[in-house]
């Protein structure tokens, strides 16, 4: 059974570029929700995709958007970039039997922004 | 607003010596508090989810427990391989955000 997938596992922009990080949530999950992690901190909720939906925000301006698929796999898209925005993306994906409150995570992407 | 404190920032023991780890937090209304380990660059690995206070769950050297405004996550007898950063986490009944603390960076020496 695999869990949760991420790419690409590491990845170098310049400042103002655009990035796309895609996700593979464990099989039999329907919701997946991304996360931004600096280094020494706990990860940051961006937002929540369900039914191809967003459906619930963080504290993260309109440069991150995100797509959900039918197959439920879910794409973070980060325009504009900042050097602040380097960090670890994690996905985490949820629901189904499993339930809809335990998240399991993806091992990352590591972004640089120069 | 929500919120999630650990505490101590980072704990250093001897492999066999037993501790604790503090997760204080705010929430509105609890719909799950979860502990998740992480090693260094990777993703977080899912631990427990607790639901309601006087909750515990158990994973080998691991112990979860769960008051209306704490939860402690106990090690007994920790090896090296446990070393890691803990993180706990809270999801409140009207939405969909979790919200994590900083973690407890934990180091066992042999």
């Known amino acids: 059974d695999a869990g949760v997938t991420q790419s690409p596992t590491h990845l170098i922009k310049t400042r103002g570029q655009q990035v796309t990080l895609r996700c593979s949530p464990k099989s039999g999950h329907d919701t997946v929700s991304w996360y931004q992690q600096a280094l020494g901190q706990g990860p940051q909720f961006i937002f929540q995709y369900y039914e191809e939906e967003e459906r619930q925000r963080g504290n993260f301006p309109d440069r991150f958007s995100g797509h959900q698929f039918p197959n439920y796999s879910s794409e973070l898209n980060v325009n504009a970039l900042l050097l602040g925005d380097s960090a670890l993306y994690l996905c985490?994906?949820?629901?189904?039997?499993?339930?809809?409150?335990?998240?399991?995570f993806g091992p990352g992407t590591r972004l640089l922004v120069l | 607003e929500d919120q999630v404190t650990q505490s101590p920032e980072a704990l250093r023991l001897q492999e066999g010596e037993s501790s604790s780890l503090n997760c204080s937090y705010t929430?509105?209304?609890?719909?799950?508090l979860f502990w998740y380990r992480q090693d260094p660059g990777k993703g977080p690995e899912f631990l427990f989810t607790?639901?309601?206070a006087g909750e515990e769950k158990e994973k080998e050297r691991l112990k979860a427990t769960l008051t209306k405004k704490e939860s402690f996550l106990h090690i007994t007898a920790p090896k090296p391989e446990d070393s890691a950063t803990y993180l706990c986490a809270v999801r409140n009944t009207g939405g969909f955000k979790t919200i994590f603390g900083a973690g407890t960076r934990l180091f066992v020496k042999a």
């Open positions: 985490a994906s949820s629901g189904g039997l499993a339930g809809v409150e335990t998240q399991y």
């Open positions: 929430v509105s209304g609890l719909r799950g």
């Open positions: 607790l639901y309601s």
